[in-house]
């Protein structure tokens, strides 16, 4: 890749409209409302233009902002752009030439730009009288030369949909006939024609494949499939056109591009079309009514990518390329030559779209396993067998391996090199990451080279919606722990065509092959939640638990409910109704004998918001792991924590009485209803980006007032005393003591997440992702908020700083240098073999991976630790004391003789 | 050894006070003889061995003991002296151990280590040599209370090892607290379990 440049994450980073130019190309963002410049060679931004508004908030967001950008096909050097009220035009050298304010009246909706070598017209629906005026603007000054208006059948919203506007044409889709509204370019010819074009059945779309001063191409697709080209010519020196259908055969899935050059003498056409693993191309050039020159290509797929998502043909210096976006967001650049087809450059753009991670441990080596088998048995008669045929069978292997290292050499090294990727490390550093993508491709990527170990294409695939994100649940239903088992993993994802539909996906983490028996595509109910069983039935796997609207509860693969759940401990379930603003609380008893696989949900507790929606619900990491009770103070006497492992953080958002934002925190425990702590933050923007954990809370937000990132930590204690030591229960009164402190952030916030470690000894450290691609480690104990406004010497003794409200970030805690990483949506850290390490994966347009050390390396040795100078100094020192023992006897034998 | 030899006394029942009898008897000169002959045959090892034996048997050289002569009403007054120095040795020690751990001061550094670690050495030393402490006494046949002298000598070193345990103490260095023990804390099991969030639809 030679360049790249990642634009913002707001709307001013959404891209409308891209103009290509032979060195550089405008891309028109933000609605119309910015243009710049990129050059093609290096990337640079040559020049950026925003556009001139004075009324910003008269009606921001609360109508939905509508762009049309246009090239002027007279002057290809300029560029028109319509962003509702606002009419403005740019050179391609980043000049503004002109920029106008259309006035603004509720009932007039500007729709189509259109332009001619004189004028720039825009087309707007007058609601009241059903009439669509049209105005003439000047091209070099925008004055606004004349208007005219014609009757219009359609309302706003079918224009914007059904109608797209070529030259001077509109072309509106009226059901079964294409509408052909020709507007006059000049001020004598005021004529309005509209011309119809009928199909066999419903037209479902228009694409304008190719359009010049005098001549243009258009596909018509209807609903059963039929897809129709029309070639339209311009009449000489009228504004009018003539058109005729192309015959071409086409298949219902099959896309069409069109691409000029200049050697040529028309346009050539593409047409494309995915069949399984094949792709399918047809190149013909159009001759005024026909086509002539057909060539066929065909190109195997690598893998499944499902249908065509975008096509794009050119010609490049005698170059045939296609570039072909597919439904699994792979990016193809195919190049078509005589010889045939050529996959060129194939990238797995889907995975700049993760949605859900998890990670499994690498699978034993035969050695470890048979350690394990080894200490495995009970007996010890038969302990004491299996230690000594291990052993024997051991000592054979060990034969095995020398005599094949003899005979075969190195020959199948990269073989074994291969295997010996696949099998945990001593230390457990190594894993795997499953990621399941956006467009429903799933990775299992390795952790120690990045490689893509394998993929799977799920092409029915839609994730669930999650407030403003999507989500798809992805589960261990068989760890790794196992070795006499393969793991296995489960996504649970919608249908793409019926979203009521549930589909499950059961695969081997290690190779991605789908396990039959715990994939299913019917589940018959509609799935309100899905969740993991908490005590492994069969085999070591876990089952699924689905809550259906009904508030019913079923396991799949179907289990009794005494099995998949524990009948001594009480499982509570809440689910948060959005229609309701309400979290419910369910209470599910379940008899030891009871052998139903399904039963109903009992409701105990409601909490309802009133006056403020609930944006996001955050849970701690399953992997969360307390090791201390409390915290020692500076007088030795014990702070005990209030750790809660059913709490999770609800943030809500809200306007109040005088207009003012807010930004509710709450901590709900789920078993019993009640709310732990709750923060209200005035002048406060969301996103509020949270990490819960032990018995602390820190979350981030945007304070509008002083214009900064703030991050708000709070602690939770029992007290002086704990209520009980062995057991916790959601029901004990315990009124847990809030410690809170608020603090500024250096930077904007993009995800934040706390490191994880096996036992939760190591402190905890805080990543947080910022907009300008660092991934910042910054130590809790700088959260604390227990951090004191003066230091007295029992807090120093407790090893607390002193608060300062700015959290001072120095550049060595940047843990990915100056590879910057943008738009980073999530991360996600697991715990190592080690106590002191714990791995981080952020994802989001970019990946990366590291392993951080919250409390530096104290489980291991230091990598500059010199095992040479440590061996060799023993050996020296051993052998220099025999040395010194012998000349000390002689010694002492002449001193005896003297 | 060679210098230890020369200061033995030859049994003699009058009172006088030192006597060395420089004749030697007819065995030890056979012996010289015997071990010159030897020196001229063979080599240099033997020769010292013989030279060895000549010194161990040198000149006044007595292999019986020599009786206390003194006085016995003389005897008994030294030796309670005597014994109750040795039983009171710890405690007469005390002062001097208690100034050292004033000044090795309650912060962690190399020296208050050391100090701490010889605080405790001593008294467990001391206790385990009791009675090696005392075995010349017992040799002299003091048996009537000897058990006392013990039991102060004990005690006296129980008195170190209070002082000991006193600065550990104030050093912060003996679990007392709950803070000491909660890393042994077990971790609270739960009661309930809960499972949940957003529905789909």
């Not at chain 1, 017209?121 to 009241?128: E, F, K, Q, R, Y």
């Not at chain 1, 989500?471 to 919608?494: G, K």
């Not at chain 1, 499950?504 to 028996?517: A, Q, V």
Request: some cysteine; hydrophobic content about 40%; proline content about 3%.
């Amino acid at each position: 890749m030679r360049w790249r440049k990642v634009f913002e994450t707001n709307e001013y980073g959404k891209i409308d409209r891209i103009i290509w130019y032979d060195q550089e190309s405008v891309i028109i963002s933000g609605q119309g409302r910015r243009a710049r410049s990129l050059r093609y060679a290096d990337g640079l931004e040559v020049w950026q233009l925003a556009a001139t508004t004075t009324n910003t908030n008269s009606n921001q967001d609360t109508v939905a902002k509508h762009c049309q950008v246009i090239k002027n096909r007279y002057d290809p050097g300029t560029i028109h752009i319509l962003s509702d009220d606002l009419l403005w035009s740019v050179s391609s050298y980043g000049e503004m030439l002109w920029s106008i304010e259309i006035p603004i009246k509720s009932t007039l909706k500007n729709l189509f730009l259109l332009s001619t070598s004189q004028y720039v017209i825009v087309g707007s629906l007058d609601s009241n009288s059903n009439q669509l005026q049209v105005t003439y603007y000047s091209k070099q000054d925008g004055q606004q030369a004349f208007s005219s208006s014609l009757p219009w059948s359609f309302n706003a919203k079918d224009s914007l949909n059904k109608c797209s506007t070529m030259n001077n044409l509109i072309l509106c889709s009226n059901n079964e006939e294409l509408s052909i509204i020709t507007i006059p370019t000049t001020t004598d010819d005021t004529n309005v024609k509209t011309r119809h074009i009928k199909a066999s059945s419903k037209i479902e779309q228009i694409r304008i494949l190719y359009e010049s001063t005098t001549r243009s191409v258009i596909l018509i697709k209807s609903d059963n499939g039929e897809t129709k080209i029309y070639q339209f010519n311009k009449k000489e020196s009228t504004s009018e056109w003539d058109f005729n259908e192309l015959n071409i055969q086409m298949k219902s899935n099959s896309f069409i591009s069109i691409a000029t050059d200049k050697n040529l003498a028309g346009q050539q056409i593409l047409e494309a079309s995915a069949n399984d693993q094949k792709l399918n191309f047809h190149v013909s050039t159009i001759n005024e009514q026909t086509l002539t020159n057909t060539r066929s290509y065909s190109v195997e797929l690598p893998e499944n990518m499902g249908e065509i998502e975008y096509l794009a043909y050119s010609v490049v210096k005698n170059t045939q390329l296609v570039t072909l976006r597919m439904q699994d967001g792979s990016l193809l650049v195919i190049k078509l030559a005589d010889n045939g087809a050529e996959l060129i450059l194939h990238r797995d753009e889907a995975l700049s779209s993760i949605i859900s991670v998890e990670t499994f441990d690498l699978s034993l080596s035969i050695t470890q396993m048979r350690i394990e088998e080894e200490f495995g048995g009970t007996g010890m008669f038969s302990m004491f067998t299996k230690r000594i045929s291990s052993q024997v069978s051991q000592l054979i292997s060990f034969f095995l391996r020398l005599l094949d290292l003899f005979t075969h050499g190195n020959r199948n090294r990269d073989y074994l090199d291969k295997q010996a990727a696949l099998v945990r490390d001593e230390f457990n550093l190594n894993k795997i990451l499953i990621v399941v993508t956006s467009v429903g491709k799933v990775f299992g990527i390795l952790t120690q080279s990045g490689g893509i170990l394998w993929k799977n294409f799920f092409p029915n695939f839609a994730p669930f919606e999650h407030f403003n994100a999507v989500h798809v649940p992805l589960f261990h239903i068989r760890s790794a722990a196992h070795y006499t088992h393969e793991p296995l993993a489960s996504i649970v994802y919608r249908d793409r065509n019926s979203l009521h539909d549930t589909h499950i996906r059961t695969f081997n983490p290690y190779t991605g092959d789908l396990e039959n028996n715990l994939t299913t595509s019917s589940l018959p109910y509609h799935v309100k939640r899905v969740f993991l069983s908490t005590q492994a039935v069969d085999e070591f796997c876990k089952v699924l638990l689905f809550v259906d609207t009904n508030n019913k509860i079923h396991t799949y693969p179907s289990v009794p409910l005494s099995r998949a759940l524990s009948t001594t401990i009480p499982t509570y379930i809440y689910l948060f109704d959005k229609s309701e603003q309400a979290f419910v609380g369910y209470y599910l008893s379940i008899d030891e004998n009871d052998q139903k696989t399904s039963t109903n949900l009992k409701e105990v507790w409601r909490v309802s918001f009133q006056n403020e929606e609930v944006i996001n619900i955050h849970t701690r990491l399953s992997s969360d792991r307390v090791h201390s009770a409390g915290i020692v103070l500076g007088d030795r006497s014990v702070l005990y924590k209030y750790t809660n492992p059913n709490l999770i953080a609800v943030v809500t958002e809200g306007i109040d009485y005088q207009k003012v934002p807010f930004v509710n925190i709450y901590l709900l425990d789920t078993v019993t209803g009640s709310v732990k702590l709750s923060h209200t933050h005035k002048r406060v923007k969301s996103p509020v980006h949270i990490v819960l954990s032990e018995n602390w809370i820190v979350y981030t937000y945007y304070n509008q007032r002083y214009r900064r990132y703030e991050a708000v930590s709070s602690s939770l204690f029992e007290g002086e005393a704990q209520y009980n030591y062995s057991t916790f229960s959601s029901f004990d009164p315990i009124e847990p003591v809030i410690q809170s402190k608020a603090y500024i952030l250096p930077y904007g916030v993009n995800a934040i997440q706390v490191t994880t470690t096996e036992k939760g000894i190591t402190s905890r450290d805080i990543i947080m992702a910022t907009p300008n691609g660092m991934l910042i480690e910054i130590p809790w104990i700088l959260f604390d908020p227990r951090r004191p406004l003066d230091l007295t010497p029992m807090d120093r003794e407790e090893g607390l700083i002193m608060y300062t409200p700015e959290i001072m970030v120095n550049f060595e805690s940047v843990i990915n240098y100056y590879k910057y990483v943008y738009n980073i949506r999530g991360i996600h850290t697991v715990a190592t073999g080690l106590e002191s390490t714990s791995i981080v994966f952020a994802y989001g347009l970019d990946l990366f991976f590291t392993r951080v050390f919250p409390s530096r390396i104290f489980d291991q040795l230091k990598d500059d630790f010199d095992f040479m100078i440590i061996g060799w100094s023993t050996v020296a020192f051993v052998v220099g004391s025999f040395v010194a023992k012998r000349f000390a006897s002689i010694h002492q034998t002449k001193k005896a003789w003297k | 050894n060679i210098s230890s030899t020369t200061s033995s006394v030859r049994p003699v029942p009058s009172r006088r006070k030192w006597f060395v009898d420089l004749k030697p008897s007819k065995q030890e000169r056979l012996t010289i003889v015997a071990a010159a002959a030897a020196a001229n045959n063979n080599d240099g090892a033997v020769a010292t061995a013989a030279n060895d034996a000549v010194s161990l048997t040198s000149l006044g050289f007595s292999e019986q003991k020599v009786a206390d002569l003194i006085p016995q009403e003389d005897d008994d007054r030294l030796l309670a002296r005597r014994s109750w120095d040795i039983a009171l040795g710890p405690l007469k020690q005390l002062p001097m151990n208690m100034i050292f751990a004033w000044m090795a001061g309650n912060s962690f550094s190399l020296m208050s280590i050391m100090i701490v670690v010889m605080l405790f050495q001593k008294p467990i030393q001391t206790i385990f040599s009791l009675s090696s402490a005392f075995a010349s006494l017992e040799q002299e046949g003091v048996g009537g209370n000897i058990w006392l002298l013990k039991l102060v000598y004990f005690l006296g070193s129980l008195t170190h090892l209070a002082l000991a345990l006193y600065k550990c103490q104030s050093m912060g260095l003996l679990p007392t607290y709950n803070s000491d023990w909660i890393a042994f804390a077990d971790q609270q099991t739960q009661m309930e379990v809960t499972a949940g969030g957003f529905s789909y639809f």
